[in-house]
């Protein structure tokens, strides 16, 4: 079969990944799931694995397969999987795991310690066919549209996660800032009005990001290239600040809006990555506000954002490329060029 291979770690994002003929998995163990893969969203995080951020917290061993946001069609299962059968439509958790540890038995899936990262720690969907287990197999209604739905496996997860956090300390009247409207941002913006009364501020350095946010319920929208967040975010809550801020940049200016932006008590979800928090701890004290982290999500999460898909309270903007074209798309991801997600389409 072809798969999209990294073969060393490079900042050249336009050579980084060869087309490669290697050996389709096959399962063979008990719970294995085989899928033919009909679309894998690219991510923010592939560019990262390819520049080598990702090598020792996964211990990695190139060559290897990305792709971590995976839809398709079950081709083949071990003897001991009951939950799919051949034929089947699934998305993919991203995470394959082991149900047995602490950290699984008390339902925190990325915490498992057997955790197996298909595209991340092993081989992934950037590829006609992928290799993961039962566990990590979300059975898909008729209907849905394979490509469409994979970043959904990781973008939307994540972004559904941050936001159920969020929603728990939201009544309705407070306020919420969006920082960022892309790829998860988008998502996660239709997922907070889904799934709370807040009023919800946009903030993007891009026009039409906001453009994007005012026509996914964004109540109000702010460019952080012209104008001052803080200033406008104290006019609107008539100086009382807000309850909670989802962060998908993550870079250091966004971080720092914690102590300027919210109300006493409020929380900063830090979700995109690649920034640092330069808060000094009387920051902190005096504000009483929490940096929260948000590591995809379970697999419960995943099944309860498909059932917000299919009521038609989260639509994906995506854009789809074959799998010769994958070197595009990370030099595209690089340039800031792609809105939505992108979906590779093996």
Known sequence: MRAAR???YTDEMGDALSIDDVDRPEATEGDHVVVEIEGA?????????????????????LPMTLGHENAGVVAETGEDVTVVSEGDAVLCHPAMTCGVCRGCRRGQDMHCE????????TDGGFAEYLLTNERAVVPLPDGVDLTEIAPHADAGITAYHAVKKAARELNPGEHAVVVGVGGLGHIGLQALRAMSAAEITAVDVKDEALKLAHDLGAHHTLN???????????????GSGVEQILDFVGADETLDYAPNLLAAG????????????HEPAQALVNGDFDYRGTLVGTYPEL???????????????????ELDEINDVAEELERGEIEGRAVITP
């Open 6 to 8: 990294l073969h060393e």
């Open 41 to 61: 969203g690219w991510c923010q995080t592939d560019n990262h694995v390819i520049e080598g951020m990702w090598e020792e917290q996964m211990n990695q061993s």
């Open 114 to 121: 057997n955790l197996v990262f298909p595209g991340l720690s």
């Open 224 to 238: 952080s290239r012209d104008e001052d967040v803080a200033d406008e975010v104290d006019a609107l809550t008539d």
């Open 266 to 277: 409020g929380d900063h979800h830090v979700v995109g990555y690649g920034g640092h928090v």
């Open 303 to 321: 099944q309860e954002l498909v059932a917000l898909v299919a009521a038609g309270d989260v639509e994906l903007r995506t854009s789809r490329y």
